[in-house]
Nanobody, 121 residues
Framework: VQLQAYGGGLVQPGGSLRLSCAAS????????MGWYRRAPGKRSELVAA???????TYADSGKGRFTISRDNAKNTVYLQMNGLKPEDTAVYYC????????????????WGQGTQVTVSS
């Protein structure tokens, strides 16, 4: 199983980026996919997740600014990030299969290679 993430970069505050993660077909169609991020000196946090049927959850930090989506035909999940803030600076990782148990989310075994997002003027 492979996850290939890309789309990060340097952007000014208020700018936008779209992250993409291409997954092996054998995991994409049945898995909840999502994005985690890890900022320097901080723990990893779930940014957003989307189930195979399209149910979506967002961390409070991204609500109203981030949009996760998936294209089943392309085995790809996207994270559109608008209104970026310096505190969004982190390495973003694609992950699957994310599990939700009793309202808590747990990362899966497969990770993309990480893509750096830097928000700075």
């Amino acid at each position: 199983v492979q996850l290939q993430a890309y789309g990060g970069g340097l952007v000014q505050p208020g700018g936008s980026l779209r992250l993409s993660c291409a997954a092996s077909e054998n995991i994409f169609s049945v898995s909840t996919m999502g994005w985690y991020r890890r900022a320097p000196g901080k723990r990893s946090e779930l940014v957003a997740a989307i189930t195979s049927s399209g149910f979506i959850t967002y961390a409070d930090s991204g609500k109203g600014r981030f949009t996760i989506s998936r294209d089943n035909a392309k085995n790809t999940v996207y994270l559109q990030m608008n209104g970026l803030k310096p505190e969004d600076t982190a390495v973003y990782y694609c992950n699957a299969p994310i599990r939700c148990l009793s309202g808590r989310y747990y990362s899966g075994d497969y990770w993309g290679q990480g893509t750096q997002v830097t928000v700075s003027s």
